[in-house]
């Protein structure tokens, strides 16, 4: 018989989910729900936007109460959000939300795949996102998770007619789900998907409606509902100790950087799906009525679902290991069926009930977390067998590369057989950085280079270890990714993924430097040795619009993780200019890399290497501004204090005790960093503080906040409400309202121009009510909508000034945007140009 290779790490569907770094340890109580879901050949895909848009009690209820094969697409991977929990924006706020997706999968039991969309922010209708994210392109990537994914029922989690009333891409993800409902089982749309899928036809559609598509809920309390699915997802599991409820809160939770943590709850809970589209179920309680869930659907597979029934009614939970001789009756019946998405999905699954039940635990562990081509490292791998089922590890290797040894080791009732390996990294191997990072993205559409990618929701690993085991004389390929792992003394273990790295990886220093004359700087640039003995060239990718002195460094690093600064002089241009830098290092074999070295790092998450070049700015900005010293009072966190500091300012991060009437005196501006007062509780008790310290004739800026979970009453010392009001369109026309005010001409003359270039947004949670204190100095609105005129508001108050802006500074400034740094700068020095 041949041997056919699981692998248990990578793959659809399947129970004990690896995800590519944490390995999972199934229980008794694990093991008896994946034969129930062995048993049940339905599946469901749920669709919507973002992270954190996606329902988890109804994911949860399907994945484990159901049994059925349970995934979530997002469109997008959440890069235009904000971020709660640190300073990453855009690409690497994407990676963060990405696993936070990855995490709360592995609570719910669900798998996670994403469309190429790249999430440009909010968005206030679906064409205007389908105008940046290209359409035609999302729309095929759905079809094609649908053919990969063959889901029997499809749930949308926004409404199609929904236009206007929330989120464009909400409305855009509920579209394209219900066009590619029939689109999938076209031969003749995107014909070049079926070189690897089969067109697929969904058996039913739905939309899972709730109380907010009512407006109210008293409003759904009163509605209709006689053409509404209605589901009991409170359901509570015996076997888990807790209710689907609990169970989704704890998923939902994982969703940290965006602050959604969540109350567990208990009881009934109904949950509402709306028929769409295709074949209506019979019974109303149960949405896959009328589809064939058993192993009959299959040619062959009745008896099948006759062994696996009576393999489920004599599982003892004691003895699992007991189990065994007839699952692999199971995997051999299965292997003989016609090939099929079922037959895949379902030897997987039993591969992974089998070394469940055997207590069989394998780990490939490299001495490092990187490498790159041709380097060395060691392997140290493990295998155990925790029950009295004969097992042989018969050989071991690199799937696709090389058999490391033929032990034929009889792996003894819990000894662990441990066994070591110099291996070279294959000198063609790939970099492992974020597939969909790889090359430079539109702004609405990430490009990716390996088609069968799309979809994933990380790069598929490049070392996969090999096992071939005899269990009970049957002879098995099992398959798991090559990670690291190390002991953190508070943590305890932790894993990541194993990176195929470049030799070298450099970085200029500072993300945006300014010029704000024709003086030369000095620019410092790391480089980062991947490899031991590494010798090259450093230089910056500059236009002859700069001068570069010297043109080129050359360097020698002795030990792989060594850094060396360098120092280039950089001469700007005498006019405004801005330019996008990155460094380039040449290697003394001719090669050329441009690759950076990031890290993120949260205890809620495997840590992440990035590797894609660091392109930074740098912006020759003749500029002007009054004061020195900036107090600076960090929210959900923004690079707004370093954007300054390259201006000039000196800027002092305050903690709690540092704010004090006696300490603000020092300070020219007390700036309020992003959503401040939906963060620092503390601030309820600091207001007064800084209401006297503005009367007393300082000058205080606040940066957008949410009118939801403000920690303080009154955010002005006078009247002002905020609202959910933006401007979306970063390139909206900006008509200056008050063209004599001071923040509009000094020290810099602001004019119409000063908002061209502008990333992602005007501006978000503009205040719909302001008292008359505050004059209004911007007027924009995004098309066919009334302007706006609450974007930046000034207010005299007493000595000083207290000034509220939902402009997006946070995400300008490191932007290098220079428009923005110059209005800043005006707002900070107001009060100030004539001393």
Known sequence: MKIRLILFFYAFLTPFVFFAQIPVKPSATDIHSALKKLNFLGSVLYVAAHPDDENTRLISYFSNEIHANTAYLSMTRGDGGQNLIGKELRDHLGIIRTQELLAARRIDG??????????????????????????????????????????????????????????????????????????????????EQLKFVKPWH?????????????????????????????????????????????????????????????????????????????????????????INTTWSRLEGGKPIGLLVTAIEKAYNFEHPEMSISKLIEVYKLIDNLPESYWKSTKLIETSNLI??????????????????????????????????????????????QQVFQNPNQN????????????????????????????????IGLFEVSHNEFIGLPETPPTLVAQFIVSIQGFNLALALPVVYKKTDPV?????????????????????????????????????????????????????????????????????????????????PPKNE??????????????????????????????????????????????????GQNIAYIMGAGDEVPTSLIQVGYSVAVLNEEAINAENL???????????AYNTEDYLKFKQPILFDYVANGGTIIVQYNTNSRLKVTQIAPYQLHLSQ?????????????????????????????????????????????????????????????????????????QKGYFIYTGLSFFRELPAGVPGAFKLFVNLISIGKNNK
Not at 426 to 437: D, G, I, K, M, T
Not at 545 to 557: E, K, R, T, V
């Open 110 to 191: 669900a798998q996670q795949y994403f469309t190429r969309a790249n999430d440009f922010g909010f968005s206030k209708n679906p064409e205007e996102t389908f105008e940046i994210w290209n359409k035609q392109a999302i729309l095929s990537d759905v079809v094609w998770m649908f053919r990969k994914f063959q889901p029997d029922v499809i749930i949308n989690r926004f409404n199609a007619a929904s236009a206007g009333k929330t989120h464009g891409h909400h409305t855009a993800s509920a579209i394209l789900a219900s066009e590619a409902f029939a689109l999938a089982a076209d031969k003749n749309a995107f014909p």
């Open 665 to 675: 005196k020092k300070f020219d501006a007390v700036i309020l960093g992003v959503r």
């Open 491 to 571: 943590r305890g273990e932790i894993y990541r993924r194993f990176d195929v790295a470049p030799p070298v990886f450099s970085q200029v220093l500072e993300n945006v430097t300014i010029f704000s004359d024709d003086k030369p700087k000095n620019i410092k640039v790391l480089v980062k040795a991947g490899v031991d003995d590494l010798s090259g060239d450093l230089t910056l990718n500059l236009d002859a619009h700069w001068q570069l002195i010297p043109s080129s460094i050359p360097f020698n690093i002795k030990n792989k993780n060594d850094v060396q600064e360098f120092v280039f002089q950089v001469i």
């Open 355 to 400: 070394q469940a039940c055997a207590g069989l635990y394998f780990e490939a562990i490299a001495s490092d977390f990187y490498a790159a081509p041709n380097a060395k490292i060691t392997l140290n791998i493990e295998a155990i067998n925790r029950s009295n089922t004969e097992i042989i590890l018969k050989s071991i290797g690199i799937k696709g």
């Open 725 to 797: 009001n933006r401007v979306t369109l970063e390139s909206a026309k900006v008509n200056l309202l008050n063209t004599n005010h001071e923040v509009l001409n000094a020290p810099n003359k602001i004019t119409e121009a000063d908002f061209d270039g502008w990333v992602q947004e005007r501006g978000l949670y503009f205040p719909d009510v302001w008292d008359a204190h505050f004059e209004t100095i911007l007027g924009m609105n995004d098309p066919g909508e009334p302007e706006i005129k609450s974007s930046l508001l000034v207010a005299k108050y």
């Open 202 to 290: 969904a058996k039913r559609q739905f939309f899972n409606t709730s109380w907010f598509f009512y407006g109210s809920i008293e409003k759904f309390e009163q509605a209709d509902k006689t053409n509404l699915y209605a589901l009991d997802a409170g359901v509570f599991y015996p076997l888990k100790g807790k209710s689907n409820s609990e169970l989704a809160a704890e998923a939902r939770t994982e969703h940290k950087s965006q602050g959604f943590g969540s109350t567990e709850e208990r009881g009934s809970s109904i949950e509402y799906l709306e028929y769409l589209q295709g074949e209506k179920p019979i019974n109303k309680a149960d949405i896959f009525s009328g």
């Open 411 to 442: 792996l003894s009732f819990n000894k662990v057989f441990k066994f070591k390996e110099n291996y070279t990294i294959p000198a063609q191997a790939e970099v492992s950085n974020a597939y969909w990072l790889n090359k430079k993205s539109d």
């Open 577 to 626: 200019l801005v330019a996008e830098v990155h460094s380039a290092v040449t290697l003394s074999n001719g090669l050329t890399y441009q690759n950076g070295y990031q890290e993120i790092d949260y205890n809620h998450l495997p840590p992440q290497l990035i590797t894609s070049p660091i392109v930074v700015k740098f912006v020759r900005l003749p500029i002007s501004r009054k």
